[in-house]
């Protein structure tokens, strides 16, 4: 598009100069034919003019390219700058130096009293100024020229002044030579820096870090980054690891750089089999590491605090406790027979039993979803169970306390009195309480509870005493006649 563009500025121009600037009358004058005063006095001014024109003129261009030079110097030195600070800021300013050069100003623009003049080639600014050099034509059509009014002007000129600025092209052409040269210099300079780092060797200390300990290697190499280094070195890294400062960072004399080395593998999570990074340090920095969570039930071997190995196996059981509350009904927990000194003597009396209401705590224990235990545990009591009672009346007495039944027989019952300080068998003193009995069935000691009578021991015998009979010891002969010879239930005490 451009280049149509181009063609056809150019054509235009040729056509216009050739229009616009008629071919030169080769007739000579004759010596007879003289010019008047006033036609050689306007020759004269307009020549004077066109001068002082021209003068002032390149005295504004030479301003221009003095202005120009000092801003490439400038930045020229700002490029410099840049270059020994980053490597990447001095690429970039050699391609705006060789951009600056490539879109230096190939059109001119020419401008007279008359419309201005584009002119798009250099081939054009020869034709008009060989046009203007011949005094063809001061004056060109603006209506063969509109076409070209649209090209921008980066110098303007005066057509009149064309012959005295005829080193204009020679200038710009030279401005282009020293944006070139500059290119060059901080293109070399460019390469010089990048080429350093390919012939100076760096010392490089690496320390590996892997389950089996800590080992450090010192190379020297000749490197641009860590990962080249490396490459250069034959040290394979892979993605697993860890490695600081990171491979693309610059190399520098004397770095330390850490590696990290790891192990994929795999470990029994939650009774799942799962992929594990194994790297150096404790289980409990592998499972965080691993993003693996885990509570104070939970079982984990081995344990947390135990260094990782090559051959390191993770298991990670997953406990969970399940806590309810129940309410239990609790039966009474049987009879329960006292001895109860505010109850008369021989009387017995029985409560039946009533069952009780109690919370229990079920703590179920469930090991990676499967439930493994249950516990139970009791919290409190809704309603306490009464037991079945039995109380035995001993006021005559006075024993008290939970006494245990061992044997229950009917026995043929008779009393007797020998006075208040009679003696029995085994010499202890006889009184109420106290009974004659076999001592083949049962031995002296033996304690009883006798329906009617109360509580009595045996420590006495008698000749007509045989077998389960027993003769109870009474306060008087009048309390042995009322009782005389009974048939009653009578209790082995335990």
Known sequence: MDKEHNNTN??????????????????????????????VSDDFKAATKAQKKAAEREAAVQAKRVALAKLVEETVKDDEAELTEKTEGTKDSANSALSIAADAPDIITFKSKEPTLAVSSKADVKSVTTAIKNKESNKIKEADIS?????????????????????????????????IAVCLIVALSAAGWFAKDLFISKTINIVFETMEGVNMITEEVKAKTIGEAFEKLGIYVSDLDTVSPSLSDELTKDM????????????????KTKRFI??????????EFNNVTYDDNDIIKPKLSKKTK??????????????????????????????????ASGVMSETAGVDGVAIYKYIYTYVNGKKTSA????????????????????????????????????????AYYAGNNARGAIGTGCHYGTCAVDPKVFPYGSRFWV???GYCVANDCGGAIKGTKLDLYMTSTKQCYRWGRRYVTAYLLG
């Open 310 to 343: 090559c051959n390191t196996s993770v298991i990670v059981k997953d406990v969970r406790k399940v806590v309810k509350k129940k309410e239990i009904k609790v039966p009474s927990s049987g009879s329960r027979i006292i001895l109860d000194p505010s109850l």
């Open 147 to 179: 076409a070209a009014n649209d090209t921008p002007a980066i110098e303007t000129y005066d057509v009149s002044d064309v012959k005295e600025n005829g080193n204009t092209k020679k200038n710009c052409k030279g401005m282009l030579k020293v944006l």
């Open 10 to 39: 150019t054509n235009n121009t040729n056509e216009v100069t050739s229009k616009a600037l008629p071919k030169k009358n080769t007739k000579k004058k004759k010596p007879s034919e003289k010019m008047s005063w006033s036609e």
């Open 451 to 453: 329906q009617g009578y």
């Open 278 to 287: 194994l790297s150096p340090g404790t289980i409990e920095e592998n499972l």
């Open 375 to 414: 516990k139970k545990k009791f919290k409190k009591w809704i309603t306490e169970p009464q037991d079945h009672l039995i109380r035995l009346g001993t006021a005559s007495t006075g024993q008290s306390g939970d006494v245990v039944i061992r044997r229950t027989f009917t026995s043929n019952t008779t």
């Open 256 to 271: 330390t750089v850490n590696v990290t080395k790891r192990l994929e593998t795999s470990a029994n999570i939650g009774g």
